[in-house]
């Protein structure tokens, strides 16, 4: 069955460093998600991203943060300048057309 | 006011018992409704859409009231392995966002 993945599973990061998230969507997906999760609390739409652009963002996408989908497969989050309050789970998750998402396993970010 | 809300919980049930989780929705143009389970730590994955004529998959029964706003999950004959956590999610028109409520604990116990 086709799964989205995502790599690292958890990444370790001081504080002000640059991280990059990587996930591989579903092949045949459209549309492509960052959602966060911090420990406790609701998971939280971060940005879609669809024919090779951002189509919607939240408030919590500032200049910080960055998506790419630099080769067609790959979708890439990134972080500049990381903060501790971006310790969270962070989940990818693709969608063909109008129905249900499906997630990856989820990148465990800590900023210390 | 909050665009998805759930009863936290948690719901403690023996198994065997038949348990009701309700969610409310605030933007009445919505479209897309789903229940997504999570365990501890994990990604959420898709338990059911959520139709308007209701819809069943085995022992799970999922409701949508659209003039109240309102969706519900029955779970029948509850397992131990049902418990987990069970995520509202509405999503307003097409490709839109996946908007996710809290989310409601469930535990079975034996």
């Known amino acids: 069955e086709p799964e989205v993945t995502q790599t690292p599973s958890h990444q370790v990061t001081q504080m002000g460093q640059e991280v990059i998230l990587r996930c591989v969507p579903i092949s045949n997906h459209l549309y492509f998600y960052w959602y966060r999760q911090i420990l406790g609390q609701k998971v939280e739409f971060l940005v879609s991203f669809y024919n090779n652009e951002i189509s919607e963002k939240s408030e919590i996408f500032d200049d910080q943060f960055s998506v790419e989908r630099p080769d067609g497969s790959n979708f890439t989050l990134k972080i500049r300048s990381t903060k501790l309050e971006d310790s969270a789970m962070y989940f990818c998750a693709s969608r063909f057309d109008r129905v249900e998402a499906f997630f990856g396993q989820g990148t465990r970010l800590t900023v210390v | ?110």
Not at chain 2, 65 to 80: E, F, G, P, T, V
Not at chain 2, 93 to 98: C, E, F, K, Q, V
């Open chain 2, 1 to 110: 006011r909050k665009e998805v809300e759930q009863d936290p919980g948690p719901f403690n049930v023996p198994e065997g018992a038949t348990v009701a989780f309700n969610c409310t929705y605030s933007n009445s143009a919505s479209q897309s409704f789903f229940w997504y389970r999570q365990d501890c730590r994990k990604e959420p994955k898709l338990l059911m859409s959520v139709y308007s004529s209701g819809n069943e998959d085995g022992r799970f029964t999922a409701q949508l009231n659209r003039a109240s706003q309102y969706i519900s999950l029955l779970i029948r004959d509850s397992k131990l392995s049902d418990s987990a956590t069970y995520l509202c999610v509405v999503s307003y028109s097409g490709n839109t966002p996946l908007v996710f409520g809290k989310g409601t604990r469930l535990s079975v116990i034996a």
